[in-house]
């Protein structure tokens, strides 16, 4: 029996959830999947006469000869649907197959979402579908994963303070194929959908040999799913009640009260504030967190790293920072009237009239020269004033733009510069894999 193509009322279903948005990306392939995404969106934008305005955003991975052609003819498609298109490059490092796809998959991520800071536009929609839904449980099955692992692909999530909506993760692809059929659209097929070098390939064939349905795996995550929404409610209400996030982009949690929670709930809550205090986007390995939180228990006093995160005691709280590796924290040019995403951490606005900056981390030196005239980094722990954007014109620091203040440090004029901690938003997010 052939599958049907979505009806209108199923379509407006999948989508009405993403009209309080004003604006929405669209990340789109050439693909089956996300050409049905682009197409249903249209539509449903179409037939509401309202809603949200929509951009569509193709990654040119180079994996393949054809690749910038299949971003060229999404930006065809686009267009003749009166929407703006964009195509994003990677400059891929690295050689072999050794974790290519995730590596792929997030520099995709981060070329789409630094797109959404630099236009405004606050949340973006994949096209993950039911299959993808049944291949992630099997591979995390697999790896011997958690609840949060076997729940799987939340409907909703969040990239580096990017809404990622997938509204159609309940659509099996089957279906999606049958709609652009019904509508005479054509697609690429993407070669390393069927290369059994990559994971989620080789799960689709042990799948078929085992006798699992897609609709069956699916439904077991979505009832994973809806355990691991309970948790992470009890960890949200811990969070709030224990822990305190400062918009200068480090965190405390008492921990007395850590330890004395449930392990399940002191497990969330822990992988949540390392995620929004190390910018890390990748679900933290259980096993890790495990350690980690039976060490402090045991050695109370000793200083731990996990997540791009360093975790220590601060008086009788635990507290965790942003970790200062070697090769130091990223650096960004900003040019004037330009938004960017600082360290997968800070927002940053630079106004129209200024001339451009470097944004790095303020750093040792910096912390040294500005702790006696700049007032609020006295009340900081010096781990997290480190940390902290500062602008740079050559070596010459310009500006702190963060804890509300947008002037300039020493002399001159007012420095127009504006920096928000995208972690005090959303202080329960990640997850363990």
């Not at 393949?64 to 003819?73: D, L, T």
């Not at 050689?95 to 949340?123: E, F, K, N, S």
């Not at 009832?223 to 982009?249: I, K, T």
Request: charged fraction near 25%; aromatic fraction near 4%.
């Amino acid at each position: 029996m052939s599958a049907a193509p979505l009806s209108i009322s199923e379509s407006g279903a999948a989508f009405d959830r993403l009209a309080r948005y004003p604006k929405l990306a669209l990340a789109v392939s050439g693909g089956p999947d996300s050409l049905a995404l682009l197409h249903l969106a249209a539509a449903w934008r179409a037939a509401r006469e309202a809603g949200p305005e929509l951009h569509v955003l193709t990654v040119d991975h180079g994996l393949r000869e054809s690749s910038r052609e299949e971003a060229a003819m999404v930006g065809r498609l686009a267009s003749a649907l009166g929407l703006p298109h964009a195509i994003l490059a990677w400059e891929r490092h690295g050689d072999g197959h050794t974790a290519l796809q995730a590596r792929a998959r997030a520099a995709r991520y981060d070329l789409m979402v630094a797109y959404c800071h630099a236009h405004d536009i606050p949340a973006l929609a994949t096209a993950h579908t039911l299959d993808d839904q049944a291949e992630t449980l099997l591979m995390r099955l697999k790896r011997g994963s958690g609840l949060d692992g076997l729940a799987a692909i939340p409907m909703r999530g969040a990239w580096s303070g990017i809404a990622v909506e997938r509204p159609l993760l309940d659509v099996a692809k089957t279906r999606l194929i049958a709609t652009l059929d019904a509508r005479g659209i054509g697609f690429v097929s993407d070669p390393s959908n069927v290369d059994v070098r990559f994971e989620r390939a080789r799960m689709r064939g042990e799948a078929a040999a085992l006798g699992l349905t897609v609709e069956a795996l699916a439904r077991s995550a979505r009832r994973l799913r809806r355990a691991r929404e309970a948790l992470d409610h009890a960890a949200e209400s811990f969070l709030a009640a224990s822990s305190e996030v400062s918009e200068a982009g480090y965190a405390t949690v008492d921990r007395s009260a850590l330890l004395a929670a449930p392990q399940e709930i002191a497990l969330r809550a822990l992988s949540r504030l390392i995620a929004v205090i190390g910018g890390g986007e990748e679900p933290l390995r259980l096993a890790k967190v495990e350690t980690l939180l039976a060490s402090l228990a045991s050695c109370p006093g000793k200083t731990h790293t996990l997540g791009r995160c360093r975790i220590g005691s601060l008086g009788r709280r635990l507290g965790i920072f942003r970790e200062v590796r070697a090769k130091g924290l990223p650096m960004i040019a900003l040019q004037p009237g330009m938004r960017a995403l600082w360290d997968n951490r800070f927002r940053i606005e630079l106004g129209a009239e200024e001339r451009p900056v470097t944004v790095k981390a303020l750093g040792e030196q910096g912390l040294r020269d500005l702790r006696d005239s700049f007032h609020l980094l006295a009340t900081l722990p010096p781990l997290a004033s480190r940390t902290l954007p500062a602008c740079f014109r050559g070596e010459a620091l310009v500006g702190l733009p963060v804890l509300g203040s947008s002037s300039g440090l020493c002399h001159g004029p007012a420095f127009a510069c504006r920096a928000s901690f995208i972690g005090a938003e959303s202080p329960v997010k990640g997850g363990t894999a």
